[in-house]
């Protein structure tokens, strides 16, 4: 399910670049499955078996870091926070943007956001990579058309990477977990 991207520049303040999906790629006539989608809560909705309440992601952007000082005893101490840049989501236009213009008027929190890479092993549906974020605070609420572009403040996020084998076997998988409020990570 190899997809295509283009460099998008997102307008407003913020002046960011955001890799999306390319529309502009000829179809082979087949149906095919996003290659990412995203879970806001119980807002959204699609026709994808097993992922029913996502609905299409067609760009993203978060940036992790950690900030040091010069302060050469240890880098785990309060010199290095952990930080997370602003999530910025581009998704469909649909009846849940108002809900979550009104979510970021009111200063009312999203309890969990999930982005999620599928693909086909063994000629089946499988989640590659999911991204949760918790704790999720709108930043920002632009309508472009079609699409929406909303920018989400993060306290924490679990990024789990599941591993196949050359085969299409389930080897596993490799978890990383980092709560940017309490500067803690495993």
């Known amino acids: 399910m190899p997809q295509n991207y283009t460099i998008t520049e997102i307008p407003g303040k913020t002046n960011l670049r955001v890799a999306t999906t ?29 992922f029913n309440d996502y609905c299409e992601l067609f760009g993203w952007y978060g940036e992790s870091s950690r900030l040091t000082t010069g302060d050469i005893s240890n880098q785990l101490f309060t010199s290095a926070t952990l930080k997370h ?10 009846g849940y943007g108002a809900q979550l213009e009104t979510k970021m008027n009111l200063g009312i929190p999203l ?6 890479r599928l ?11 999911v991204i949760d974020y918790t704790l999720c605070r709108i930043q920002s609420f632009q309508q472009q058309l ?3 572009v909303i920018c989400l403040n993060i306290s924490a996020k679990t990024n789990t990477v599941f591993v196949y084998d050359v085969n299409g076997n389930n080897k596993g998988q ?4 980092v709560d940017y409020a309490k500067n803690t990570a495993e």
């Open 22 to 50: 390319d529309t502009t790629t000829p179809e082979d006539g087949g149906v095919k499955s996003p290659e990412w989608m995203i879970k806001i809560d119980d807002m959204l909705k699609s026709e994808v078996e097993n």
């Open 85 to 94: 840049s602003d999530l910025v989501i581009i998704i469909p236009n649909g």
């Open 111 to 116: 309890n969990e956001v999930q982005v999620v």
């Open 119 to 129: 693909g086909n092993v063994k000629s089946t549906k499988v989640k590659l990579q």
């Open 146 to 148: 079609d699409r929406l």
């Open 174 to 177: 490799m978890v990383n977990r």
